[in-house]
């Protein structure tokens, strides 16, 4: 960390007091020898002019490091230079784009990245209803890809590898403490109790202000999760898989797929086009795609869908249901995967399934109100029921060799349809928010 400006000043009023008293000292102990050193010396008016413009700032190319143990060492010093991002300042309002001062001299372990892509999540919709209490002003943007502008000191990606200026990285949104019970006791850091999530619940108000995606650079802080992306993984995939893919790797971590069972995958969004795509890699079928409109179900048809229900076609949910049996033997499916974010389709969701199915929620990452539930269908049925939220480094790290190994059969990337500029935000999400949309990205730099 370089010494700031404060602590600059106050060493060199420290130096140039103790020249003075020094000069003062020798002058009266050669006084008392009978030896006048003044008139060898500087006229005084010079001298001091002299040690006053010799700073202690050091060349421009040059740094001054720390120790982490000094109480600087953790606070990056402000430019004068400045960029844009566009702010969230109330719920239900328009985002404004506002400029910040970026970070300078980073400190140890910190990385800023000029932000390429953000993608614009359902998640971002729901945070601008208010459906999820954070704290304001906020910038959004919770999926992103940029490249790595500087760095302070020597900085590792969460696989090891090194970083240097230049490199194209990604990283994960959450940020645990690591001293929580959640984070040590129960190991799900995932709802650590001091979680923050960069664009979800990191404000903007105070350095280093940029902390979200919908920015043109990202100020990542030390211990961040960051993955340098390789040169052949194209880094629209990872922003057309976007957060839903890491979601589903969680989920089925928890609620695995086994080969050759039935699945159901409630949404034709990014989510549930991720589940779908790895329920198909892990060999489901039928595999079965309940949502709409018509374009996002095409892409379902893509991704692996055996069978698609159209939600504005089949409008009764006992219709839907019976297609479903249809195609189960009768039964209903062997596992059902919410990725809606609407709660009456869970209601809807448990009707899908065999007895001693499994039902998998996803979608239900905020706060979109409650819902009529039959808890009999449960016990009844004899259903497994399980919810995952968010995701960790290592489902990154597996979403990373998913989207490399199997780009051409899952083509991520064709599924941004939309591209915006930082100043054009609100129409983004009001496109995405109508379902008019594919995947729709921001790019902060043009």
């Known amino acids: 960390m370089y010494l700031d400006n404060e602590l600059i000043k106050a060493c060199e009023v420290s130096v140039l007091l103790c020249v003075v008293f020094r000069l003062i000292a020798l002058e009266l102990n050669c ?24 700073r202690l700032v050091p060349p421009p190319n040059s740094r001054q490091i720390l120790p982490e143990s000094h109480p600087h060492a953790t606070i990056s010093r402000m430019s004068n230079k400045t960029a844009q991002a566009a702010v969230m300042t109330g719920f239900q309002e328009p985002l404004v784009v506002q400029d910040f001062p970026v970070p300078a001299d980073l400190a140890a372990g910190d990385v800023l990245v000029r932000v390429t892509l953000a993608g614009v999540c359902g998640t971002d919709v729901h945070l601008h209803k208010g459906e999820l209490k954070v704290p304001l002003p906020l910038i959004m943007g919770h999926e992103t890809v940029g490249v790595v502008e500087a760095t302070g000191g020597a900085v590792r990606d969460w696989l090891g590898n090194d970083l240097a200026v230049g490199d194209t990285v990604s990283w994960t949104v959450g940020m645990p403490c690591g001293q929580c019970k959640y984070c040590r006791l129960h190991s799900l850091p995932s709802r650590c109790a001091n979680r923050k999530a960069y664009g ?55 609620m695995p797929l086994r080969w050759a069972e039935s699945v159901v995958i409630q949404g034709a969004g990014p989510v549930g086009l991720a589940a779908l795509a790895i329920a198909s890699d892990a060999g489901a079928r039928p595999l079965i795609a309940i949502g709409g409109p018509k374009d996002r179900l095409e892409r379902c048809k893509r991704f692996g869908a055996d069978v698609v229900i159209d939600i504005e076609e089949v409008k009764d949910p006992a219709a839907r249901r019976q297609i479903v049996l249809d195609h189960t033997n009768g039964l209903g499916a062997d596992m059902v995967v919410e990725c809606v974010g609407h709660p009456a389709a869970v209601a809807e969701g448990w009707e899908l399934n065999r007895d001693g199915g499994r039902y998998l929620v996803l979608g239900q990452y905020c706060d979109a109100g409650p819902t009529m539930l039959n808890p009999h269908l449960i016990t009844r ?39 915006f500029k930082l100043d054009q935000v609100n129409e983004a999400l009001a496109e995405v928010a109508s379902w008019r949309t594919g995947k729709a990205v921001i790019l902060p730099n043009g």
């Open 381 to 419: 049925k004899e259903l497994e029921v399980a919810g995952s939220y968010g995701s960790e480094p290592r489902h990154w790290a597996r979403a990373l060799d998913f989207l490399k190994a199997r780009t051409d059969r899952f083509p991520f990337h064709e599924l941004i349809t939309h591209r």
């Open 200 to 254: 979800v619940n990191t404000p903007c108000d105070a350095a280093p202000h940029f902390l979200g995606g919908y920015g043109q650079f990202h100020h990542l802080r030390g211990g961040t999760a960051i993955f340098k992306l390789d040169k052949e993984l194209n880094p629209e995939a990872l922003i057309g898989a976007g957060c839903a893919l890491v979601t589903c790797v969680h989920g089925y971590e928890k």
């Open 31 to 54: 006084l008392t020898r009978g030896i006048g050193v003044i008139a060898t010396l500087p006229p005084w008016g010079d001298l001091l002019r002299c040690i006053a413009n010799t």
